[in-house]
């Protein structure tokens, strides 16, 4: 395996520049300022390389990233959230996959095209976004041609945000919470609706309302809002605030599937299933505000 280019040259300022906010790193909020081209870990637990848990079509997706070919998913172990009810708390907090060259990400882009796949997913990329931009470069010059995906959990930081102009056409991140305290006590992340608000404003700067032809989404911002029981993400503000900072035309999908998992049950406000009838009234108030609500 080769290593990740210590001589930089062949890449682009903006790799430059990402490479230099992972040392010491300040590439999310949680401004950890870990030397991880030393092999220092923040609170992402991921050093140098990108730890890689899968890569393949997914067909679980929204049906706007799916198509005939599935959503090419590469899916990243760490996290820079601590959500203790997380489905995938083996790969975000286990951290289990393999390190990944810049090269090998690469390549695997250009096989999931070659596969058919309608778009190019990164699934919690935040952390490794250097990797990813040099990887997005490369695959470029040697002929990917589909949409990326920045699939986030959305705690972003402006400035790591930027450098991504260009990069991204398709920004999917979660809006978790909108209180303070609840964002404490279930990610770890007090600053986070401050933060996640902003950061969505940024994507939508960046690339708009969702596009979609022929059934594909072709560039745009894409919001996924998991239901908690009993309102407890707030999620009648976050719809206020898309409706009312970002667009009215702004594309959600307000998600129905969540379950105690991991550490849930150690927090009784959500240690069960949303009920049907608090999912509708979130789906009915996004509609009633304008929003492109998915099925
Ligand atoms: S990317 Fe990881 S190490 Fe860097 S600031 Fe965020 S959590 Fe800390």
Redesign the pocket.
């Known amino acids: 395996m080769t290593s990740l280019p210590t001589d930089l040259d062949s890449f682009s300022q903006t790799v430059k520049h990402l490479w230099q906010r992972m040392n010491p790193?300040?590439?999310?909020p949680?401004?950890?300022k870990?030397y991880?081209s030393k092999g220092e870990v923040?609170?992402?637990g991921i050093a140098r390389l990108p730890v890689v848990s899968s890569v393949g079509p997914h067909f679980g997706e929204e049906s706007v990233l799916v198509g005939t070919g599935g959503s090419g998913t590469i899916f990243f172990a760490g996290c820079?959230l601590g959500c203790i009810f997380c489905q995938n708390f083996d790969i975000s907090h286990h951290r289990c996959g393999h390190k990944v060259t810049i090269e090998k990400l690469a390549q695997s882009m250009l096989e999931l095209q070659r596969y058919g796949c309608c778009n190019i997913n990164f699934v919690t990329p935040?952390?490794v976004v250097p990797a990813i931009v040099a990887a997005i470069e490369l695959a470029r010059k040697n002929g990917l041609s589909l949409p990326t995906v920045y699939n986030t959990g959305g705690y972003d930081s402006i400035e790591t945000l930027k450098l991504l102009h260009g990069y991204m056409d398709i920004y999917m991140p979660d809006m978790k919470y909108s209180d303070s305290k609840v964002a404490q006590q279930l990610s770890a992340a007090p600053d986070y609706p401050e933060v996640n608000q902003e950061a969505v404003k940024e994507m939508h700067r960046q690339v708009g309302d969702l596009q979609v032809e022929k059934g594909l989404a072709t560039h745009g911002l894409l919001v996924r809002h998991l239901v908690l029981p009993d309102n407890f993400a707030g999620s009648f503000e976050i719809i206020d605030f898309l409706a009312e900072q970002v667009s009215p035309k702004t594309t959600i999908n307000v998600m129905d599937q969540y379950r105690p998992c991991y550490k849930a049950s150690t927090q009784p406000k959500i240690n069960r299933r949303p009920t049907l009838q608090e999912i509708e009234s979130v789906r009915n108030y996004a509609l009633d505000k304008g929003l492109n609500v998915l099925d």
């Open positions: 790193c300040t590439l999310c949680r401004n950890c870990v991880r923040g609170f992402c820079n935040t952390h």
